[in-house]
């Protein structure tokens, strides 16, 4: 039961939380981590309790993401047989986030060594030992040499492998046996590299996620609770669920993205028809099980590696969840800027496309086939994203990826009609 001394120092703590979180800000991270572990020492108020207070006190940001983490801990606690986790992520043009913020690096997050004391925080006192694999994915700014530079002051260097995949190519056999060159990759190369060398070094299971900071590593437990508990082979972190903590600093896209998620959800039928609304969530956990048949044969090696993945674990009926989780964008020198977000739609779209019917999944025929069709490059996309179809004005995002609302020979003609329209513009 909860003490009124407890709740009133969780209420204090509560007041003293900042309002917001910078990514570039270590001290911050610091800070975080300490009211988590003062959040948790509050022995007789329970994680809901806390939720509740937050709710009640309409809390700040530090509070609702040290929540989060407190979580987390106390399921870790719980885990009473040895563990291995591999962690994963890939880098490409991450140069700028791996170093610390400087005045000639004001995007810096100091990402590796963020994560290397998340990791060490969240597994300390626990049997859960861990491994990471920051991948290098055919970076230009050479982000392996930088990560090996970072990993050498960290004061677990050990629990780090740097691995570049330029190096692991030319190979007839095992994942990457269809991937040519590192140019031919995006992200999902480096992915399925830095997975495959995790489970062949003992993992159990593996967590991937972004290079940046954008997920806090110390809510691993949320991944694991279900694993261990439910018997659940794929957990994907959802950042579209009421408990998650979404913050987004800019709004990427403009109003034709209803179009391109409703051809997503068409397309991708199997998927977002069993609730899995945030494919491309950078916090997904899979068992060692469950990777040894996705990797038998990826459909791709970009972007859209996740859908793949996800309809992979379907044909092998691997169990799968979701779970909510805390969630800050990093958008500042995302790849998906960098490179230009239609081009990313584009890949997802196309990767789909390719997945849906190399896993026999359940799809969109008529829609798959007006992609092929209609759309051969990002720049199609370009011509949908700033305009929206009035069958899908005041459609909300449950109806999104529903034929009865707009079909895919509507859609078809409102392609059409953008190309048109601005041919004659």
Not at 64 to 71: D, I, M, P, S, T
Not at 322 to 341: H, R
Request: hydrophobic share 40%; charged share 25%.
């Amino acid at each position: 039961m909860a003490s009124n001394r407890d709740l009133q120092q969780a209420a204090a703590l509560l007041r003293d939380s900042n309002a917001n979180f910078d990514l570039t800000n270590n001290h911050q991270q610091k800070d975080l981590l300490f009211l988590a572990e003062q959040l948790d020492s509050l022995s007789s108020l329970s994680v809901g309790d806390l939720k509740q207070l937050a709710i009640e006190e309409q809390a700040p940001l530090e509070y609702r993401l040290a929540v989060k983490l407190v979580a987390s801990k106390r399921y870790v606690r719980k885990i009473t047989t040895p563990l291995r986790i591999g962690v994963v992520f890939a880098m490409w043009g991450e140069h700028n986030r791996l170093n610390p913020k400087t005045e000639q690096n004001p995007n810096g997050e100091d990402s590796l060594r963020m994560k290397v004391e998340q990791l060490s925080w969240i597994s300390a006192d626990s049997c859960i030992d861990w491994h990471l694999y920051p991948v290098d994915d055919g970076c230009p700014h050479d982000s392996a040499d930088i990560a090996k530079g970072i990993v050498k002051t960290t004061e677990q260097p050990n629990k780090v492998t740097v691995l570049k995949l330029s190096e692991h190519l030319d190979t007839d056999d095992g994942p990457l046996a269809n991937l040519h060159s590192v140019d031919d990759s995006r992200k999902g190369g480096a992915i399925v590299l830095g997975c495959q060398k995790a489970i062949d070094e003992g993992a159990d299971v593996v967590v991937y996620t972004d290079a940046d900071n954008s997920v806090h590593l110390g809510q691993i437990g949320l991944l694991l609770e279900p694993y261990l508990e439910q018997a659940k082979q794929v957990v994907l972190g959802n950042r579209k669920h009421p408990e998650s903590i979404l913050v987004k600093q800019e709004e990427r896209w403009g109003i034709g993205i209803k179009t391109l998620r409703h051809m997503q959800r068409m397309i991708g039928d199997q998927i977002f028809s069993q609730g899995i609304k945030d494919t491309q969530a950078a916090f997904k956990l899979y068992s060692r099980d469950a990777l040894q048949v996705i990797l038998r044969n990826p459909t791709v090696y970009d972007f859209s590696f996740d859908t793949d993945w996800i309809l992979a674990a379907m044909e092998y009926n691997k169990p799968i969840t979701t779970v909510p989780f805390a969630f800050i964008d990093s958008a500042a020198e995302s790849a998906s800027v960098v490179q230009g977000p239609m081009t990313t739609w584009y890949t997802l779209l196309e990767g789909l496309v390719k997945a849906a019917r190399a896993r026999h999944a359940s799809y969109s025929r008529d829609m798959a086939n007006v992609f092929d069709e209609e759309i051969h490059s990002h720049k199609d996309l370009e011509l949908l994203i700033d305009i929206l179809p009035k069958q899908l004005a005041e459609a909300d995002d449950k109806s999104l990826g529903d034929p009865a609302i707009m079909s895919p020979s509507e859609v078809r003609a409102w392609i059409q009609q953008a190309r048109y329209a601005k041919a004659s513009s």
